[in-house]
């Protein structure tokens, strides 16, 4: 079974502070993601990266930057947190390119006071 | 880029019902059309897909169809069960690494 973890279920962070989520994918995938789910918007893409030290701006990477240091892990960072990044954040993997079926982490909700 | 619209927002239906849910794509290029089913507190599954040369497919209660012309697709659900209650994504793929989804459509079964 493949497994997508993410270090933190809940997560409360202040104004300016930086902050680190984590992912973690235990099946050798090449391609990793950072959405956002935010209500009537569904999931927008963040950042995504198709190897080791690779990364690509998706559609919404403001205020965002990613590290992808091993293969297994891709960390979102907010440099300085601000009250409308609270969300739901989803990480996701993928074996490679095609038609191949992405597998999504449980999420780490993101409160931003 | 790729714009998924996706209709209704919110979807109540009696048990043993049908239920549709309708995703519109924007890129004639876009070839790949996952939906996703998210339980309460866990992140979105894949339910079925289907891939632009094929204009139907089928999974038990579940079937999803495809009309390129028009650009787009729709997931049928029939016999309803509380089981099915969920928030349900359509998504559309047009390259090889990015999925674009809609907004997404709760459906809550009555018992």
């Known amino acids: 079974d493949v497994k997508v973890t993410q270090s933190s279920r809940y997560l409360v962070k202040r104004t300016g502070e930086k902050v680190f989520l984590e992912c973690v994918q235990d099946?050798?995938?090449?391609?990793m993601f950072w959405y956002r789910q935010d209500p009537g918007l569904g999931l927008r893409l963040i950042y995504f990266?198709?190897?080791?030290?690779?990364?690509e701006k998706g559609d919404i990477p403001e205020g965002y930057s990613v590290s992808r240091e091993k293969k297994e892990r891709f960390s979102l960072i907010l440099e300085s947190a601000s009250t409308n990044q609270t969300s739901m954040y989803l990480c996701?993997?993928?074996?490679?390119?095609?038609?191949?079926?992405?597998?999504f982490g449980p999420g780490t909700r993101l409160t931003v006071t | 880029g790729e714009n998924v619209e996706q209709h209704p927002s919110t979807l109540s239906v009696q048990e043993g019902d049908s239920a549709v849910i309708k995703c519109t794509y924007s890129?004639?290029?876009?070839?790949?059309f996952p939906w996703y089913k998210q339980e309460l507190g866990k992140g979105p599954q894949l339910i079925i897909d289907i891939r632009s040369n094929v204009g139907e497919k089928k999974d038990q209660r579940i079937a999803v169809t495809l009309n390129k012309t028009a650009k787009h697709f729709s997931l049928h659900i029939t016999e309803t069960q509380p089981e099915d209650s969920a928030v349900y994504f359509c998504?559309?793929?047009?390259?090889?690494?990015?999925?674009?989804f809609g907004a997404g459509t709760t459906v809550t079964v009555r018992a």
């Open positions: 998504a559309a793929r047009s390259n090889d690494y990015k999925l674009s």
């Open positions: 996701a993997s993928r074996p490679g390119t095609g038609w191949d079926e992405q597998y």
């Open positions: 890129d004639s290029a876009s070839n790949y």
């Open positions: 099946m050798d995938h090449e391609n």
């Open positions: 990266s198709y190897d080791v030290k690779m990364k």
